[in-house]
């Protein structure tokens, strides 16, 4: 364990109240929130309305644009993406009354990432760091659904909905895209409001 994983321990131990934990990676032990009871993540399908929706879209094709042909910016992911662009802090700043709600406490947002994958995107399995308690995974758009498995159950998203899970207790993938297949979709993560780990 590293100074800066060692550090992020302590801080679950100061902040995560209960035996709860579930496991290592990388030396790193993952803990649930005590209030996370998302053993079955739930698809929200009216995360935006029709005109923010329209206004994602073509935000995100326009980012494709800039970066088709360019080598991944994540080569374990296999996918061009973006981290915390401003146009979708600014939705992220609007979604933490709703993301409280979903989760059944009170959170604040950290980062979000626009992922765009084409041939050979793939999404490991794996749990998140403690950045990403909450999610909402937003499809924005895609050729045909791939599916996400959380826990090792497939979820299915259509363009315009989103899946709740925790990123931290729930392992998650999904497998290598299907040739000619595109997806595109941005995370939000939230922490509980408590957390004083850092956001990015
Ligand atoms: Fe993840």
Request: proline letters at 4%.
């Amino acid at each position: 364990m590293n100074e800066q994983q060692a550090l992020r321990a302590i801080e679950l131990d100061r902040h995560f109240i209960g035996d709860d934990e579930i496991g290592l990676q990388d030396g790193m032990r993952i803990y649930k929130s005590p209030r996370m009871k998302l053993s079955h993540p739930a698809v929200i399908r009216d995360l935006f309305s029709d005109e923010i929706k329209h206004f994602i879209r073509s935000y995100t094709a326009a980012q494709v644009k800039i970066k088709y042909g360019r080598p991944y910016d994540d080569h374990l992911f296999k996918r061009y993406c973006v981290h915390n662009a401003s146009f979708f802090v600014d939705l992220h700043k609007g979604l933490v009354d709703r993301a409280s709600e979903i989760f059944g406490e009170k959170v604040k947002k950290s980062y979000c990432l626009l992922s765009m994958y084409r041939d050979k995107g793939v999404c490991p399995l794996h749990t998140d760091r403690i950045q990403c308690v909450y999610t909402l995974d937003y499809c924005i758009s895609q050729g045909e659904p791939w599916d996400i498995y959380v826990d090792d159950k497939p979820y299915q998203l259509q363009e315009g909905e989103a899946l709740a899970f925790s990123g931290t207790a729930s392992p998650h993938y999904r497998s290598p895209i299907k040739e000619g297949n595109f997806c595109n979709l941005v995370y939000f993560h939230f922490v509980p409001e408590r957390l004083t780990c850092s956001l990015d």
